[in-house]
């Protein structure tokens, strides 16, 4: 990669998270994403993501059979977008509907708030 595309990503990356809070990338790294590549409720979820500029732990159950089982064991069903959320006792909350995984996403990791309390 030529020092100019560093620049740009670099750049386009701080762009992305100003909108996020300080607290972000010690939350996002409690969250995991189960998901599948040609979903589109997946696509939602993950372009907001992109957007909000923090890395969450992809977990692709098409390309790994214990991701499946993970997600019907504890999330009780199979469908996806999922998000899991790992608390402080170790126990996860299984967040389904991609609107409502964005919802959760923008109040956890935009309030600067929110963010530094999780
Ligand atoms: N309303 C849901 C729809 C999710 C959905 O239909 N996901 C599909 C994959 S694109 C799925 O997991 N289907 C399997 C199932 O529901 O058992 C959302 O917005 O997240």
Known sequence: MSFLD????TTVRRARRSSVGP?????ASRLSLYHF???P???????ELA????????????RDRSRYDELVRGGGKQQ???LRIE????????????????S???ADLCSPGAAEAV
Do not use: K, M
């Open 6 to 9: 560093t620049l740009l990503r």
């Open 23 to 27: 607290g972000a990338d010690r939350v």
């Open 37 to 39: 590549d040609s979903c």
């Open 41 to 47: 409720f997946c696509l939602r979820v993950r372009r």
């Open 51 to 62: 957007r909000l500029g923090v890395e969450v732990e992809l977990r692709n159950i098409h």
């Open 80 to 82: 996806v977008p999922c």
């Open 87 to 102: 608390n402080d006792d170790g126990t996860a909350e299984w967040l389904y509907e991609s609107s409502d995984i964005i």
């Open 104 to 106: 959760r996403l923008q």
